[in-house]
């Protein structure tokens, strides 16, 4: 099983959909999760963070966490085709430097 | 405003040759990674860093090597360039949070 899993995709929705993103993880330990963004030939960029468990908001996007079912979502709302990119998920353990261990992606296009 | 920056956007080198590839931080960071990414497999982790001179194996480090001499440089080597380290390589930096990552170095190996 993989540390960190997600929604195989290709994932299409068409412009102004809700882009539901799905991430498993299997280390129970695991204490900050972490959604990034990654243009095509860009480097990701860090979108939402969340550490406890429910929703948590940011404009169009919200990040949902469930630590019983270790389970962490990111809802994109009236999707755009400038949010069409690759989706990593990402998880950090309690105490480790700041280390990372990210999700396969999921790849998301919006179409017009 | 963080920033990372990487030495070279593309790299051509032939099997066999050594390669750097730096990475410079100005944000003052203990923390440093390096990761290739190839499709499919999304973001591996090769090496860390948390300290100066410090530097821990990543998933997969078998083929590089690093170098942290100051706080605000990352080498990552490879030692004798194969073709299967064809790759986009991308160096972060961050807090105990976030990471921060520079704009990627694809190398392609001949």
């Known amino acids: 099983q993989k540390e960190v899993e997600q929604n195989s995709g290709p994932l299409s929705v068409p412009e102004g959909a809700i882009a539901s993103l799905n991430c498993t993880y299997s280390d129970r330990g695991s204490q900050s999760f972490f959604w990034y963004r990654q243009y095509s030939g860009k480097s990701p960029e860090l979108i939402m963070s969340?550490?406890?468990?429910g929703d948590k908001e940011d404009g169009r996007f919200t990040a949902q966490l469930n630590k019983a079912s270790q389970y962490v979502s990111l809802l994109i709302r009236d999707s755009q085709p400038s949010d069409s990119a690759t989706y990593l998920c990402?998880?950090?353990?309690?105490?480790?430097?700041?280390?990372?261990?990210f999700g396969q992606g999921t790849i998301l296009t919006v179409h017009p | 405003d963080v920033k990372v920056t990487q030495s070279s956007r593309y790299l051509v080198k032939r099997t066999g040759e050594k390669v750097f590839l730096e990475c410079v931080q100005d944000m003052d960071h203990e923390n440093m990674f390096w990761y290739r990414q190839d499709p499919g497999l999304g973001l591996r982790l090769i090496y860390f860093?948390?300290?100066?001179?410090?530097?821990e194996k990543g998933d997969i480090p078998e083929g590089y090597s690093v170098s942290r001499e100051k706080k605000e440089r990352f080498s990552l080597i490879l030692e004798s360039a194969s073709t299967n380290q064809t790759s986009m390589y991308l160096c972060?930096?961050?807090?105990?949070?976030?990471?921060?990552f520079g704009p990627g170095t694809r190398l392609l190996v001949l």
């Open positions: 972060a930096s961050s807090t105990e949070e976030t990471q921060y």
């Open positions: 860093s948390y300290d100066v001179k410090m530097k």
């Open positions: 990402a998880v950090k353990k309690g105490t480790s430097y700041g280390k990372l261990t």
């Open positions: 969340i550490y406890s468990n």
